[in-house]
């Protein structure tokens, strides 16, 4: 039996020896590289990249939610601005309740400027609400109109005293005829005849966009409600929530103020029972009330 002497073992050809040279070479040269490098800042820095990553992406996320959630505003008059809306709006409840205080005054208010004088809203948010602000036509040409408060009506004055027509029977030619009522404000006023089922009250006039305060004096010094329209009346106790929120004075959440009281209290007997509900417009009760039935 033949055996090999230990040192048989080491006998390595030329070739071997080189490539186990070779070997030793490549195993010092990694082993630098690892002792010079530091590892641990470059795996460090990209757990910092990835965690950055995504807290940036959760806050896009977020923005774009947010933008989603934001009101879209639209062209308003600021002189009929509600509770609601001047709540979406961004104003406080004294800032509402001093405009509402001020219109109930039968005032309007006709530029940015008398808006925050009447409400007291800050330039921040007047400079967030005025490019929405869309003024009636008669605003932006008032020299117009101070010239013929001077002189109105000389035409129909010499004629002698003027005959009332019934506001509920005036045809457009009829409207026409009133200084700074052209085709548009006089379709206008036909309209909201219309969406009402006829007017009650001259005081309505005051609910139709577009009027300035001059037309709506020489409205009333040649049109008058002669006798009540036959009016179809909302029974308050027992429509529902829809056919509520389609009359003209309430809206949506006001319709839905009502359903509840009228189910938490009983039967709305009058109109002053429809005055503790939050919202109601007080100042137009009585015009209101005449188009409601509480049997």
């Known amino acids: 039996m033949n055996f090999k002497t230990p040192g048989s073992f080491f006998n390595f050809t030329r070739e071997q020896r080189t490539g186990i040279f070779g070997l030793f070479v490549i195993i010092i040269l990694f082993q630098t590289i690892y002792f010079f490098t530091d590892i641990s800042y470059a795996t460090k820095e990209y757990s910092d990249k990835q965690k950055w990553l995504s807290l940036q992406s959760?806050?896009?996320?977020?923005k774009i939610e947010a933008s989603k959630s934001l009101p879209k505003i639209y062209p308003f008059n600021p002189n009929f601005i509600t509770d609601y809306k001047g709540y979406k709006l961004g104003m406080s409840v004294k800032e509402i309740d001093r405009l509402l205080s001020f219109r109930?005054?039968?005032?309007y208010v006709n530029s940015p400027k008398e808006f925050q004088n009447v409400t007291k809203i800050s330039?921040?948010?007047?400079?967030?609400?005025?490019?929405?602000?869309k003024f009636p036509e008669w605003v932006n040409n008032k020299k117009e109109f101070k010239e013929f408060t001077k002189y109105p009506n000389?035409?129909?004055a010499t004629k002698g005293k003027n005959v009332l027509i019934d506001i509920n029977q005036a045809t457009k030619e009829d409207l026409i005829k009133i200084y700074g009522i052209g085709e548009a404000i006089s379709l206008r006023i036909l309209k909201q005849k219309e969406i009402l089922g006829g007017f009650v009250s001259m005081e309505q006039m005051n609910d139709v966009w577009g009027l300035s305060p001059e037309v709506i004096?020489?409205?009333?010094l040649h049109f008058k409600v002669s006798t009540l329209p036959n009016i179809k009346k909302i029974d308050v106790n027992n429509a529902s929530l829809k056919e509520l929120s389609q009359f003209?004075?309430?809206r949506y959440a006001l319709a839905k103020e009502i359903v509840t009281y009228r189910s938490m209290n009983g039967d709305i007997n009058n109109i002053e029972d429809l005055t503790k509900i939050k919202g109601f417009p007080v100042d137009k009760a009585r015009i209101i009330g005449l188009?409601?039935?509480f049997n």
């Open 123 to 133: 330039d921040s948010l007047l400079n967030v609400l005025s490019p929405y602000f």
């Open 58 to 62: 959760e806050v896009d996320s977020m």
């Open 291 to 293: 188009y409601l039935d």
């Open 104 to 107: 109930k005054e039968n005032k």
């Open 217 to 220: 004096e020489n409205l009333n």
């Open 154 to 156: 000389q035409a129909i």
């Open 248 to 250: 003209y004075y309430f």
